[in-house]
């Protein structure tokens, strides 16, 4: 039998006009996976029936083929072609039964796709990641998402792996000789290869039940490392709320009679719903007040949500091929924001929302990285799992419901899951069904087909009766697309009396042409008065907005609008005026100091928003050329420290009326525990010549010593690393020796020293020598990069870019999927000012050659545009 083989082609683009069905299907699959010690035996059984006339093609990476029957006949060399990516057989008989064996090495595969061995030692354990064509990678298989079987699979392991899951129901277990045991999992429900997995370990579990809507009893099971098991709870009601919201909001109940969730530290994203058996990122799945912050505890419910809502938005209904895979990740993003804002605050959750969609998505699709939600083609398909792809494609499905009105959306979203259950579909037929109702939404498919962020302006003029509003709208050609078709972009609007505040009108305008006039007649027929607009109410469209507020406007709606999120947005208008426009800081300023201390007691979450000030990363993505982050910078540090002393006594106040409370996982608890750190920064801002800074170095450390939970110590220690307090490496000492054993812990006090202010690049790397610094652990080297990234003046100096690209090369080797999505954070290097910028493309240039995986070399070359 032939040896791995060695003629690799030539990585290809892969376009969605060239996409043609399958020519073989198959009903069921019997996979049986044997772990040794030092690789694995994976055995399948394939039936297969043809659909239309080609050839049969399996793929297969990275495999060692042992041997290959077709119908019972055992094939030579000469029977088929293989190379390393496919094994194809021509003149296949209409029916086959494909049976193959094959040897894997999961204990060697650090790229973390297909089955791989997690942690060393005791920690040791096997899961897979399939998703999207990590399958190929276990055996020969037709691994792509329109291809749907039953699966059946037995795994067989040494008894120190007690745990060995697999989709769906356990029908049988036992043990075998030599120390050994096996299980065997069947998934009823057809799927696609990409929701196969398996694990192998020893973990310890957390079970509960829930009862459907449909009076089936489903087993909840949620398995961890046995001293992380304690911190699942969070996990587990989170699940529980999700089987209910999606009954409740969408008429979805789980369709299986258990459900399994398993954590583990080495992972490349955040978690993947395979069927019936979710695998986790630690970091999205354990959670407990000791070690997480409310952030984190959030986003761990979320992901939850995510994960679980993709079982009838992913999993039931899935993907023709991977172009459409924001037909289940922009949908599925929207249900889990959705499914958060019900959980506490609609405004704060929009806010948090939309701060993603700026600082990640819009930073995209001005970068050379841009691509449509639904890309046309792609070199690997792994790099497409952008803030595009999610992000706006949530922002789009949100837009269409929006448009429908709660009642026909779910129309249509019940005539989706009617027509094309158990199907692998397009968005074409999302958007099909979405119409059912009679309000067409097909219109909206070009907002999946194009890329780059529409600008939308506009102006208003008053006569004595009536209002116009005047928008156009614009979208930036992009290199090689079409010339931009104007989109529908709902506006949400709102009208206010300035004299009395009052909300006189609300709209939703729908802008269709490039400009168009939308006029309120007889508005100021009764009265006259002078109004207010607020546009774009809850971000209504994915779009940049320029319309001519005046300071007064804007100031007015931070104190006036009754939309949460209109609020913030007019408050980070004013900032960007500063930050962006060089202009004066009083409007801002007075606007906070009119609107905090009231709502610091009737919504203290919404308060602490209201004072963000954009990233550092933010702000370099919206300016679009001669970008210096030193006076980007400067400009950020001294508009923080205006406001900290501008209201520099009511924060002293405020900070003593705020005792620490017991710790409540309550969204009011949260909203207190956020603004606390949010006064004590700036506590530890104000600048009076020192006389302040014993206070606030005095609360800081008690904070920190007397927090009730994580929220409110790494609340403290964030400040004493900011702001350099005499005390900081005593608390950093602290925090280490408290924490050591807590892998997510530990991933915090990297991070907090890699964005460290005060750290030198050279520090920064630093931290990659450390003996807890792990390159095989995603989430320790993203903490450590992560805090380059957020330093932009650091970032982009030789020193700093030379050393986060020989990382990259390192990483390129090992996890290249990894690899590929850092780089990615380098992608806004075109804007920077000229001496920067040829630094930059010098570097990048230079690199190139010592690239080999197509992820990376995909990455930079779409970076340096060059085709
Ligand atoms: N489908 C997963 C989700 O969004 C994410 C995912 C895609 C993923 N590819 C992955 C997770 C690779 C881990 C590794 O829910
Ligand atoms: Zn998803």
Redesign the pocket.
């Known amino acids: 039998m032939p040896d791995v083989p060695l003629n690799t082609p030539t990585p290809q683009k892969i376009y969605l006009k060239d996409y043609t069905p399958p020519s073989f299907h198959v009903d069921n699959i019997d996979l049986t996976i044997q772990l040794y010690q030092d690789n694995a035996k994976v055995t399948a059984t394939l039936n297969m029936t043809r659909k239309t006339a080609g050839d049969l093609v399996l793929l297969g990476r990275e495999l060692q083929l042992e041997s290959i029957h077709l119908n019972g006949q055992l094939l030579t060399e000469n029977d088929y072609q293989l190379d390393s990516e496919q094994l194809v057989i021509k003149n296949a008989p209409d029916t086959c039964i494909i049976n193959t064996v094959v040897t894997i090495v999961p204990q060697k595969n650090t790229s973390l796709e297909g089955l791989y061995q997690a942690g060393e030692g005791e920690d040791k354990m096997f899961v897979t ?1 399939c ?2 064509e990590g399958f190929r990678k276990i055996t020969f298989y037709p691994d792509r998402p329109d291809v749907l079987a039953t699966f059946t699979t037995r795994i067989e392991a040494d008894k120190k792996f007690p745990t060995l899951l697999a989709n769906g129901n356990l029908i049988d277990k036992g043990d075998l000789d030599d120390n050994r045991h096996f299980a065997v999992w069947q998934d009823p429900t057809k799927k696609p290869s990409y929701l196969f997995a398996c694990v192998m370990a020893d973990l310890a579990v957390l079970t509960d039940h829930y009862t459907t809507i449909e009076g089936r009893d489903v087993l909840l099971e949620l398995y961890a490392k046995p001293k992380n098991i304690e911190q699942c709870h969070v996990g587990m009601q989170a699940l529980k709320d999700s089987m209910k919201w999606d009954e409740d909001n969408y008429g979805r109940a789980y369709d299986l009679d258990r459900y399994m969730i398993v954590a583990v530290s080495q ?7 395979n069927k019936g058996l979710n695998i986790f990122n630690t970091a999205c799945v354990l959670s407990s007040p000791e070690t997480t912050t409310d952030r984190r505890n959030f986003n761990v419910k979320a992901v939850i949500a ?2 679980y809502f ?1 079982n009838w938005t992913g999993n039931r209904i899935t993907c023709r091929d991977w172009f459409q895979l924001c037909l289940k ?1 922009g949908f599925t993003v929207f249900r889990d924001q959705s499914f958060s804002a019900d959980l506490h605050s609609p405004a704060v959750q929009r806010i948090d929302d939309v701060a993603v969609l700026k600082a990640h998505q819009f930073a995209e699709d001005a970068s050379p990285l841009a691509h449509p939600p639904r890309p046309d083609h792609f070199v690997e398909i792994n790099n497409f ?1 952008t803030a595009t792809v999610y992000e706006k494609g949530a922002e789009i499905v949100r837009m269409i419901a929006n448009t429908l009105g709660k009642e026909k959306f779910r129309q249509g979203t019940d005539e989706y899951f009617r027509r094309y259950d158990g199907q692998a579909v397009t968005v074409e037929d999302l958007l099909s069904a979405l119409s059912v109702s009679g309000t067409n939404v097909e219109q909206f498919l070009d907002w999946y087909t194009q890329p780059a962020t529409p600008v939308v302006s506009g102006y208003w003029l008053k006569d004595d009766k009536n209002l116009t509003i005047h928008l156009a709208q614009k979208i930036r050609k992009v290199a090689n697309y079409p010339e931009p078709k104007n989109l529908p972009i709902p506006v949400k609007t709102a009208i206010f009396n300035r004299q009395t505040g009052e909300l006189v009108k609300e709209d939703l305008l729908l802008l269709t042409q490039s400009e168009q006039d939308f006029t309120f007649e007889n508005l100021f027929n009764e009265h006259d008065f002078e109004p207010v607009i607020s546009l774009l109410r809850d971000f209504s469209a994915p779009v940049i907005l320029q319309f001519n507020y005046s300071d007064d406007d804007l100031a007015f709606l931070a104190e006036h609008e009754t939309n949460g999120f209109n609020r913030w947005q007019a408050v980070q208008s004013l900032v960007n005026k500063i930050l962006l426009n060089n202009q004066s800081s009083t409007a801002y300023l007075t606007a906070l100091a009119n609107s905090i201390p009231s709502l610091a007691n009737s919504d203290a979450m919404l308060a602490s928003r209201l004072l963000d000030l954009p990233s550092e990363r933010e702000l370099g993505s919206v300016i679009q050329q001669n970008y210096d982050p030193d006076f980007v910078k400067q400009q950020r540090d001294k508009t923080k420290q205006k406001v900290a002393n501008h209201l520099k006594d009511f924060w002293q106040t405020a900070y003593t009326q705020l005792p620490i409370q017991d710790y409540q996982d309550t969204a009011k608890a949260m909203g207190e525990r956020a603004w606390r750190n949010t006064v004590l920064d700036m506590v530890l801002c104000v600048n009076d010549g020192g006389a302040n800074l014993d206070t606030a170095s005095q609360w800081t450390t008690e904070q920190y010593h007397k927090a009730t939970c994580m929220t409110e110590r790494y609340g403290a220690l964030v400040g004493a690393v900011q702001y350099n307090l005499p005390n900081k490496a005593e608390l950093l000492a602290d925090f280490y020796q408290r924490f050591k054993h807590d892998d997510l812990v530990m991933d915090m006090w990297f991070g907090v020293q890699a964005s460290d202010e005060s750290a030198s690049v050279a520090d920064i790397f630093a931290l990659t020598e450390h003996g807890d610094f792990d390159i095989n652990t995603p989430n320790r080297v993203r903490a450590v990069l992560g805090g380059l990234l957020s330093q932009p003046t650091k970032l982009w100096t030789n020193d700093g870019l030379v050393r986060y690209l020989d990382m990259m090369v390192v990483l390129d080797k090992r996890n290249p999927l990894l690899a590929s999505r850092l780089l990615q954070g380098l992608s806004n290097w075109q804007t920077l000012v000229d001496d920067k910028k040829a630094m930059a493309k010098a570097l990048l240039n230079d690199y190139q050659a010592k690239f080999e995986s197509k992820n990376v070399k995909e990455t930079l070359q779409n970076m340096l545009n060059v085709e």
């Open positions: 990641q998703e999207p992972f490349n994203m955040g978690a993947m719903e995510h994960e993709h990740e799992y």
